[in-house]
């Protein structure tokens, strides 16, 4: 059974509102955490305290339980010029950015020659997302 002191292995999946798979564990590794050290969202892993293994836990998540609620914001106006090493810029494309001692990843929105509108927020804030989980293995330390 899951305690605090458990170290467990789950196979997961993400999934939007539509049922659409965000991230998965299928075709790659399982994914294995001590419990309490905060790998997974917080009420995803709240739902696995008293689990065995092979039971299946589906997890509801509000924005504000996953990547939280999106903000208007984080919509930034940057100087091309601070984008010097990427010669070519996309709609859509994800690029990583340092700010002081921050790192975040940007989705640029448009560009032109001077300036380059990005969105940090994460793709999926604001939305209702469901993690399913099955209980593949737990090791009591």
């Known amino acids: 059974m899951i305690t605090a002191n458990s170290v467990v292995t789950i196979e997961y999946s993400l999934k939007d509102s539509e049922s659409n798979i965000i991230d998965t564990?299928?075709?790659?590794?399982?994914?294995?955490?001590?419990?309490?050290e905060h790998l997974i969202f917080k009420k995803a892993e709240q739902?696995?305290?008293?689990?065995?293994?092979s039971d299946f836990i589906e997890v509801?998540?509000?924005p504000e339980d996953a990547f939280g609620e999106y903000d208007d914001e984080l919509i930034l106006q940057i100087p091309r010029e601070n984008f010097g090493d990427i010669v070519e810029i996309k709609k859509g494309?994800?690029?990583?950015?340092?700010?002081?001692?921050n790192s975040t990843i940007v989705t640029v929105l448009d560009y032109d020659n001077k300036t380059v509108m990005v969105d940090a927020?994460?793709?999926?804030?604001?939305?209702d997302l469901r993690f399913e989980m099955m209980v593949v293995e737990i090791k009591n330390i």
């Open 121 to 127: 927020n994460h793709p999926h804030a604001g939305k």
């Open 47 to 53: 739902a696995l305290y008293g689990k065995r293994v």
């Open 60 to 62: 509801q998540l509000k």
């Open 93 to 101: 494309m994800r690029i990583h950015v340092n700010s002081g001692n």
């Open 25 to 36: 564990s299928r075709d790659k590794e399982m994914l294995t955490f001590k419990m309490g």
